[in-house]
């Protein structure tokens, strides 16, 4: 459970980087380089074992390009899309939904999910809907918060799609691996958008953001968050997901400005609750 927590406490301040990135750099742009750090970051330790494990990694190309284009190609740059028109608020708690998902996958790979995490996840899931329908289930979406729920669901395929690594793969082989190939798939996306947004400027503005989701919120968290999955399963990790919300309402508040009143409160206490409920054994 720790590694979950990391990951998401982690992952929180990335929506705010996001946020905070989408009036000086292109969505696609913010993705690119985002990798690319992160592929800087984690090269020391897994390029050496990605290379010894070179065989199995070809044997299971599949499986890691897949991989590689819903958690690093198409999550992050759906996340940064969103960040263009809507809240960093608003991103945490959509992406809070994503938990859900994880268990109906699990579920239908045949995981018993058990009644008390049933109930915690439906609890915390409550919490969030109320959060985005501003205290009722009739939701009215921005455009932004349309990307966020297909970015959930891209979130969600990775993590259920983690439980089918192969045992003898190493994982920092296998993180090196997704970050390369993702951004690979990214480069041509990247290249349209150079030629058609121009670049950004390499300003303390841009380039700190970057710098922290392409360390911590990648290779950081994207590792811890793996290790979790293999440890405890998709849908168990999903239901400390559900904290990210709170994270990412405290952090907008300290460093956007974002409000937090009485319904966010007590929409957090509902998934704190359903979280604590879920996540006992």
Do not use: Y
């Given at each position: 459970m720790g590694l979950?927590?990391?990951a998401t406490v982690v992952w929180s301040g990335s929506f705010v980087a996001s946020r905070g990135l989408a009036d000086s750099v292109p969505p696609v742009q913010g993705a690119f380089w985002r990798w690319l750090i992160a592929l800087a970051a984690v090269a020391p330790f897994g390029a050496r074992?990605?290379?010894?494990?070179?065989?199995?990694?070809r044997a299971h190309l599949g499986f890691v390009a897949l991989a590689s284009l819903l958690g690093v190609t198409v999550y992050n740059t759906l996340v940064n899309q969103a960040g263009l028109t809507t809240s960093a608020s608003n991103m945490g708690m959509i992406m809070a939904a994503s938990p859900v998902v994880m268990a109906v996958f699990s579920r239908l790979g045949g995981e018993r999910l058990g009644a008390r995490r049933t109930a915690g996840l439906l609890v915390a899931a409550l919490g969030v809907l109320l959060l985005v329908g501003r205290g009722s289930v009739n939701l009215d979406l921005a455009t932004g918060d349309l990307w966020m729920f297909?970015?959930?669901?891209?979130?969600a395929s990775y993590?259920?799609?983690?439980?089918r690594k192969p045992?003898?793969?190493d994982g920092t082989a296998f993180l090196f691996t997704t970050f390369v190939l993702g951004a690979l798939m990214l480069a041509p996306a990247y290249?349209?958008?150079?030629?058609l947004q121009g670049g950004f400027a390499a300003t303390s503005g841009t380039v700190g953001p970057l710098l922290y989701v392409g360390v911590f919120s990648s290779a950081v968290a994207f590792f811890a968050w793996n290790k979790a999955i293999s440890l405890i399963g998709a849908a168990r990790a999903g239901v400390v997901y559900y904290l990210q919300p709170v994270c990412v309402a405290l952090l907008s508040l300290a460093l956007l400005g974002e409000t937090t009143g009485p319904l966010q409160l007590v929409c957090m206490a509902?998934?704190?609750g359903g979280v604590t409920l879920g996540a006992r054994r």
């Open positions: 979950a927590l990391v074992a990605a290379w010894r494990q070179r065989a199995l990694i297909a970015a959930a669901l891209a979130f993590s259920a799609l983690l439980r045992a003898e793969l290249a349209v958008s150079l030629a509902l998934i704190l």
